[in-house]
């Protein structure tokens, strides 16, 4: 019998320093925080990231490979030129995972794959961006859980040369 060789080991990226309890999540939460993750993109591949601003915190911040955004001014900036650029993407969100730490405060990490393409289809079927959202989450006055923070934390992008 010939001996096997052992595969090296690969090192993962960590991208977020918490450990989520994925069972002190209620289902409702869950939902809650699933839509707004889900409306966060929506938004961005249907026209509508004008819009995006909307979903995070007054006191709200982006940050990622294109810079910080903080305060709704700079997220409203920021995402109306978005609206006006000719490209169209399509995110697939995955292995969502949140952590409540009070009543109105929760955390969560998303994994993301991102089709980006210019012009009309069709597209690419190679995903050009993978990455992870590490997200902090508010529920304001209203009842509504909105986007206190979010960081994209890049792990694959050829969108950039």
């Not at 925080?33 to 591949?45: K, M, N, S």
């Amino acid at each position: 019998m010939a001996a096997t060789q052992a595969r090296p080991r690969r090192e993962t990226m960590l991208v977020a320093d918490s450990q989520f309890d994925y069972l002190g999540v209620s289902p409702e939460l869950r939902a809650d925080l699933t839509a707004l993750c889900t409306e966060y993109v929506w938004r961005l591949d249907n026209g509508h990231a004008a819009r995006v601003p909307e979903l995070f915190t007054e006191d709200g911040a982006w940050t990622g490979p294109w810079g910080v955004m903080r305060g709704r001014a700079e997220l409203e900036k920021a995402w109306t030129a978005r609206a006006q650029r000719d490209v169209r993407t399509r995110h697939m969100l995955t292995n969502l995972r949140f952590v409540r730490h009070a009543e109105d405060r929760a955390s969560g990490q998303v994994s993301q794959i991102v089709f980006v393409a210019n012009g009309d289809a069709p597209f690419p079927t190679d995903p050009n961006i993978i990455a992870e959202n590490i997200d902090d989450y508010r529920r304001g006055g209203d009842g509504i859980w909105r986007l206190e923070n979010r960081r994209i934390a890049m792990l694959a992008d050829k969108t950039q040369p």
